[in-house]
């Protein structure tokens, strides 16, 4: 009967040894995932910061170059305009001067 009771005490040390373990290795695994996860959060931030500061600077240079190109054709309209006046700007006070004396 002893050595029964002797086996049973072997097997439940035994267990409470493996059921230590499991916790140990239970713990270790969280604090592991816990730092894969910081991890990947850190590195998810760096990559979408990275993007949005590359589609931020792409939307700049073009927004610059669309602005560029108002400006050149509104450069090219008033060079346009100033020809236009220096060349009838005569007819255009003759034809204002009619409509303003005929009525």
Do not use: C, P, W
């Amino acid at each position: 009967m002893n050595t029964v009771i002797k086996k049973i005490s072997e097997i439940e040390d035994a267990a409470s040894a493996i059921m230590e373990s499991a916790n140990a290795s239970k713990k270790a695994f969280a604090q592991d995932m816990e730092v894969q996860t910081r991890e990947f959060d850190q590195d998810l931030e760096e990559h979408t910061n990275q993007g949005i500061e590359e589609f931020r600077k792409r939307m700049e240079a073009e927004m610059d170059q669309k602005l560029e190109e108002q400006r050149l054709e509104s450069d090219r309209l008033l060079q346009k305009m100033e020809q236009d006046y220096e060349q009838f700007h005569s007819q255009y006070v003759d034809q204002l001067f009619r409509a303003l004396t005929e009525e």
